[in-house]
DNA sequence: ATCCTTTTTGATATTTGTTATCATTAAATA
DNA sequence: TATTTAATGATAACAAATATCAAAAAGGAT
């Protein structure tokens, strides 16, 4: 894959930013340092970078998909309200093919244990609307 | 919530059916019982069951959602070429909160393990291409 | 049963996130 | 330097999901 200035400048900005951001936030971070960039090369690139293992473009819930410039292995919350994904710690991880039983003749390649929680902001407004 | 004939048929047949189909596969079944019945009745309700905890709201990569009108806690393999997704049998499973050390301030409700592999179907196809 | 209120429905328009197209530009290679 | 190949920016097209709204259905209250 050729390096491009465009999508040498997504993965950077996408591996500083801690946030998951999807394809139009990370747009607009990348456009203050290149004002005429397109959401089509954003969108390309990151299709491009995830299929290379690069980063990695994740589907939870919601509308949009987030990416992730961390591909060290980790796990995620996703806040079941406003749909903000965190990094999780957990304890040395079980092995994925060590948990199935029965796969239904599927060949499994990975397994992700994915949290679902309320963030931080959340349980602060779900709390004023209590009282 | 009141329950419609509209809404009956569409949780019956979901239940019934264990491919977790999209709105617009139940769509297809459903219009079999109810030729007038609308996609956006199957949409609406789909919400309104899975807000309830009637059915489970599935939203693992690809384009659409799929639907699961089975509630008790299992795991799902989602093929990673075609998107199908099927039950998993698991050995007796991990609580999501002891896995967890640090949840940046998330408070967890569940885990959801979701296993990522290659469906028969598609093991077949993979196989003619190299022959 | 009849009236009134609330909810749901069907049809369809709108929105939204993403992907496709295509002429132009930039980079790599001969 | 010429030629091939790939990437870009602008924008059209697409598909899934949601919103709108008048009409119909359901559930009381009287």
Redesign the interface.
């Known amino acids: 894959m050729r390096i491009t200035n465009q999508r040498e400048i997504i993965l950077e900005e996408l591996r500083r930013l801690k946030s998951h951001p999807t394809a139009d936030e990370l747009y607009e971070v990348v456009k203050k340092r290149l004002p005429r960039i397109s959401i089509a090369t954003v969108y390309r690139n990151l299709e491009r970078l995830s299929e290379a293992g690069m980063i990695h473009?994740l589907?939870?819930?919601?509308r949009q998909k987030r990416f992730d410039g961390d591909v060290t292995p980790h796990?995620h919350?996703v806040?079941?309200k406003c749909g903000r994904v965190?990094?999780?710690?957990?304890?040395p991880e079980?092995d994925?093919e060590?948990?199935?039983?029965?796969?239904?003749?599927?060949?499994?390649?990975?397994?992700?244990?994915?949290?679902?929680?309320?963030?931080?902001k959340c349980?602060l407004l779900e709390e004023k609307k209590i009282n």
């Open positions: 473009k589907e939870y819930g919601g796990c919350v806040c079941v965190s990094d999780v710690e957990t304890v079980v994925a060590h948990l199935v039983v029965d796969s239904r003749g599927y060949k499994i390649f990975d397994g992700v244990i994915q949290f679902e929680g309320l963030c931080p349980q």
